[in-house]
């Protein structure tokens, strides 16, 4: 599978021009969290571990966890270490997905099997599962996940697009061997920037990726902004409230579209079209960029408009 991400904004201008683009294409929160004042140290000091101490306390109570954390630089920096905790083998991953979860697996040297379902995920050394999956927002029990720990050598949950969705994750089972549990705190928090996300495994997987992570795998204003905003709730429910809502009123602009949906997440949504890359042509003439994927001539995916104004571009566009 081709290697290719949404948030390639400088090709999009290279071909359409423009420069007032608003970028559809990540699944990020486009009102994002509040940037609070940063202390001095964040800039001038090396991360203090008590800063990262509050941080992991504070993830643990947003995630509803006990569990041991590691804090990385984003999500895609855990995806990079998870294939180093043991030799390769054979990894099974639910697909289709995220592709880095299959190209940093296949780079250090496993095995890739992509499997259309959680069942056939027993006997690897290895299983990833993203949850609620990207792109298509799939999502499985609790009790069906841990129904494969001990069934894998090590059961990966990719939990990057689950913040408004708790009753699925897999957070306060998190700590047991055998189960990895991946977020990112870009997405939701509207601060992708910021490569901010966490590990939540088992004592001697977190003290592994750790060692494997170095000392300092996280910047002094991601500590800072992160501790802020994790133990915001009130934002964090509002935003949830928010974002539910308004995936209804997406749908409806893209069923004007011609497009049917196909479900996703408060986050992003898919669609099936005619043509994707038309579809996606259509919306890059008024410099909205979408996403759509090497293996579908058919799907487009959409994040979520921010300020009123994005709306009612985007709007213009629907006949």
């Known amino acids: 599978m081709q290697r290719d991400h949404g948030g390639n904004l400088d090709w999009a201008r290279a071909r359409w021009g423009g420069d007032d683009w608003i970028d559809l294409s990540t699944g990020i929160n486009r009102v994002p969290y509040p940037v609070p004042a940063l202390p001095d140290w964040a800039f001038t000091a090396l991360p203090p571990a008590t800063a990262r101490t509050a941080l992991l306390r504070a993830a643990g109570a947003a995630y509803g966890t006990t569990a041991p954390i590691l804090a990385v630089a984003g999500a895609q920096a855990a995806i990079q270490l998870v294939p180093l905790l043991r030799p390769p083998g054979l990894a099974r991953i639910v697909s289709p997905t995220y592709n880095e979860h299959a190209a940093c697996l296949r780079a250090c040297g496993w095995q890739i099997e992509e499997v259309a379902d959680i069942a056939a995920l027993s006997g690897a050394d290895l299983a990833v599962v993203v949850n609620p999956n990207n792109p298509d927002g799939r999502r499985w029990r609790r009790a069906d996940l841990m129904a494969l720990v001990g069934q894998t050598g090590r059961l990966v949950v990719d939990e990057s697009f689950a913040d408004p969705d708790p009753q699925h994750s897999l957070a306060p089972q998190a700590g ?71 995936v209804q009123r997406l749908d409806r602009i893209a069923t004007g579209l011609g497009w049917k949906p196909l479900g996703g997440t408060a986050l992003f949504r898919l669609y099936h079209t005619p043509d994707a890359a038309q579809a996606q042509d259509r919306l890059a003439r008024a410099r909205i960029w979408s996403r759509i994927f090497p293996w579908s001539p058919n799907l487009i995916r959409l994040g979520l408009p921010g300020a009123g104004d994005e709306w009612q571009r985007l709007m213009a566009v629907a006949p």
């Open 176 to 246: 047991i061997s055998g189960l990895v549990v991946l977020r990112s705190f870009g997405k939701f928090y509207g601060l992708a920037g910021l490569r901010l996300g966490f590990v939540l495994a088992a004592q001697s997987d977190i003290d592994r990726l750790a060692a494997l992570a170095g000392p300092w795998p996280v910047s002094g204003p991601a500590l800072a902004i992160g501790t802020v905003a994790l133990q915001d709730q009130a934002w964090s429910r509002a935003t949830t409230q928010r974002l539910t809502q308004e």
